[in-house]
């Protein structure tokens, strides 16, 4: 495996500031692109440090995003909002206010929901200002409400194709190590269980971790053990950058496939998974389906179409992992490699990769 000189980042198409001093309302809306539609992310609130701090993530984030809903085969570009949290106290309302006339102000060219430190209700404020919001409680009859269930879905689908590149099995005999249980590991372990598939987990809520174990007769470890468990497949559903110079030497796992975004601690992390013979899953690649289900309620899409865009997930995890092989590139490498080609000739991942 070769590293390509693939630069670390693409400048941005537009970065919009905002600034309102009556809600107390600081941060930017950055759009990466815009080539594929509207670009999509949702907005976080965050205490930063400084206004360079903040547009650096959301500058970092808003690139992932367009990678992710490019791979995703979904009519959307990336984008993200990063408010910075305003200090002392505020008035919440008064402040996504504000935001939302931020958001107008773009026309639609950019797309909001929720992400760290945001809420259903906030975007339900948003709501009352602009239509170009996603994330809002679930209506009847149409795709919305928690994603969860459905990055659960794709990374659980993801992860049976990397199975069968791996061990050319299904995921009945193996062991799989879940690291976090929340929103999404929790999902994560209901249909592993479903399918038979033995478990060892992991969650920095004891309690939490100790009633799913019993629940599905898994194996409970604690978070530090989790990383370096016997386990064939781990599943990192916690947070980013858990795979880092000395956790990846300890993995024992042959395939690592999970929600948690931006998993590798540095690129050279990847790297040294592949060192080690272990067959990294692209994280944005296989957990795409939160945002299908956000595209999905923000077109007006019906359920069923949710459905078969997730349950394609392991289909285009294939497509990326047949690209890395055949150009000998690190999947990751070759996910990026797709995803900026797809951007910048407008084509589809499928296309691209043949
Ligand atoms: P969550 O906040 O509901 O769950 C995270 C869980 O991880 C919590 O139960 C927390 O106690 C646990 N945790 C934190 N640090 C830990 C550690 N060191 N060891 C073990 N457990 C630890 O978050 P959610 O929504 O389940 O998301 C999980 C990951 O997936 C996050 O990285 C998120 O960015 C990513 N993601 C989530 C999507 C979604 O639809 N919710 C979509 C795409 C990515």
């Known amino acids: 495996m070769h590293s390509p000189d693939l630069s670390p980042g693409v400048p941005p198409e ?33 205490n930063y440090a400084s206004a360079a701090q903040s547009t650096t993530d959301a500058l970092r984030l808003a690139e992932g995003m367009a990678y992710k809903n490019a791979l995703a085969d979904l009519p959307l570009g990336g984008g993200k909002a990063v408010i910075n949290l305003p200090s002392g106290a505020f008035d919440r309302q008064a402040l996504f206010a504000a935001f939302a006339r931020e958001v107008a102000k773009l026309g639609g060219a950019y797309i909001t929901a929720e992400d760290v430190g945001t809420s259903v209700a906030d975007m339900e404020v948003v709501h009352r200002t602009t239509r170009h919001v996603a994330g809002l409680s679930l209506r009847e009859g149409q795709a919305g409400g928690d994603p969860s269930p459905w990055t659960a879905l794709g990374v659980f689908n993801a992860m049976q194709e990397g199975s069968q590149r791996v061990f050319a099995s299904g995921l009945s005999g193996a062991r799989v190590g879940v690291q976090g249980l929340g929103h999404v590991g929790a999902e994560l372990c209901r249909l592993l269980g479903a399918a038979g598939v033995e478990m060892v987990v992991a969650d920095t809520r004891p309690n939490l971790a100790a009633e799913l174990a019993e629940y599905y007769g898994a194996q409970q470890v604690s978070p530090h053990a989790i990383l370096s468990a016997p386990c064939d497949i781990l599943a990192p559903c916690a947070l980013g950058a858990v795979m880092d110079e000395f956790s990846v030497e300890q993995v024992q796992a042959r395939l690592v496939c999970g929600a948690a975004n ?21 994280d944005y690649v296989v957990n795409s389906g939160g945002i299908t289900n956000v595209c999905a309620e923000y077109l007006g899409w019906p359920l069923a179409e949710v459905e078969h865009r997730v349950a394609d997930t392991g289909r285009r995890l294939a497509m990326v992992l047949e690209h890395s092989e055949q150009h000998s590139l690190l999947p990751h490498h070759a996910a990026d490699k797709l995803a900026r080609a797809r951007i910048s000739g407008g084509e589809s991942g499928s296309a691209i990769a043949a």
Not at 23 to 36: A, K, P
Not at 262 to 277: C, K
Request: proline share 4%; charged share 20%; with cysteine.
């Open 14 to 46: 537009t970065v919009h500031v905002m600034s309102d001093r009556n809600s107390g309302l600081e941060g930017v809306i950055v759009l990466h692109s815009t080539r594929l539609g509207p670009a999509a992310g949702g907005c976080r609130l965050w």
């Open 262 to 282: 931006n998993v590798l601690a540095t690129d050279r992390d990847g790297f040294r998974l592949a060192e080690r013979g272990v067959l990294y899953c692209p």
